[in-house]
């Protein structure tokens, strides 16, 4: 007979729906509501909604982690079912020890310089979603900030002036971002064709002027990719906050820096950054080496 581990009454939707009206009262990105929900929903239907939290058993939880595994998800997908039944199981003090998915680290492979020169020629800037599209993957590259971040951005969170822009990040937390020369260039270009945009409302709008998702960005990027022939590398939102780092770091750039403007709360991703430049620093050394250049001067 299987150890009970959940011990009250109430069911499992009910369960849920406290969770995420809890999620929506602490003003959590809608992002991280619709990943409980989505993820939340699979387990009750799994379980079947009639079903009580005292009628739950670690076993259940396990066999609907390998019902994922048997539909063929990835590790990764997998691993997000994990967590949202752990917050949901932590949001009711239940004690559980849900073992983690294993999942093999990926690392994504960034942009070269050439690639993101084509991908900046790529959109049409003599139109409006052209411009705007341009404008959006070269802040990406310049701040290395997160897609969803990019496109919360509004007018009063923009400082052409202090060449900076200012982000609301996980957990609702603001943090401000320096820019470069061409950033601050394209914004302005960009602002010029929004005047009618309140200053509170996100600057990123589709033709139609309705705010952009990070869907929609995704394929407009995906599609740039496939104009402009690039391949061997996903060609994503996220490989262009990848891009940023590595180059940050190449340049000479700080990991605390670093940290700060790409808004993580440690510094364990950021040290994956630093894996990044492996190979160029190699690259560098060999070109470089201090002890070659000596032996190479006396057989000379």
Not at 44 to 62: A, M, Q, R, W
Not at 245 to 266: R, Y
Request: glycine content about 6%.
């Amino acid at each position: 007979m299987p150890k009970r581990i959940l011990q009250q009454s109430k069911s499992i939707v009910a369960a849920k729906e406290e969770l995420i009206r809890s999620s929506e009262a602490r003003n959590l990105s809608h992002r991280t509501i619709e990943f409980y929900d989505d993820r939340l929903n699979s387990f009750v239907t799994f379980l079947g909604e009639k079903t009580s939290l005292d009628n739950i058993t670690l076993d259940d939880i396990n066999a609907f982690l390998v019902s994922l595994k048997d539909k063929g998800l990835s590790p990764g997908s997998i691993a997000g079912y994990g967590r949202a039944i752990k917050r949901l199981l932590k949001f009711h003090n239940i004690p559980i020890n849900i073992d983690k998915v294993k999942q093999p680290k990926k690392r994504i492979t960034p942009f070269s310089k050439e690639q993101i020169k084509k991908l900046l020629a790529a959109p049409d800037k003599k139109t409006f979603s052209g411009l705007r599209d341009f404008t959006i993957m070269l802040l990406m590259l310049d701040c290395g900030t997160r897609v969803s971040e990019l496109l919360g951005l509004t007018k009063d969170k923009i400082n052409l002036r202090g060449w900076s822009i200012t982000v609301m990040g996980k957990g609702g937390k603001e943090r401000t971002i320096p820019i470069g020369e061409a950033s601050v260039s394209a914004l302005k270009n960009y602002l010029a064709q929004i005047e009618d945009i309140p200053n509170n409302e996100p600057i990123f709008v589709s033709v139609y002027n309705e705010p952009m998702d990070r869907h929609g960005v995704w394929r407009k990027i995906n599609n740039y990719g496939k104009k402009a022939g690039i391949t061997g590398v996903r060609v994503s939102p996220h490989t262009f906050r990848h891009t940023f780092a590595k180059m940050f770091l190449l340049n000479g750039g700080d990991i605390e820096s670093l940290q700060k403007m790409m808004g993580h709360e440690t510094m364990n991703m950021v040290k994956e950054y630093l894996n990044l430049i492996d190979e160029d620093v190699a690259r560098q050394h060999r070109k470089y080496s201090p002890a070659d250049s000596i032996i190479r001067r006396r057989r000379r």
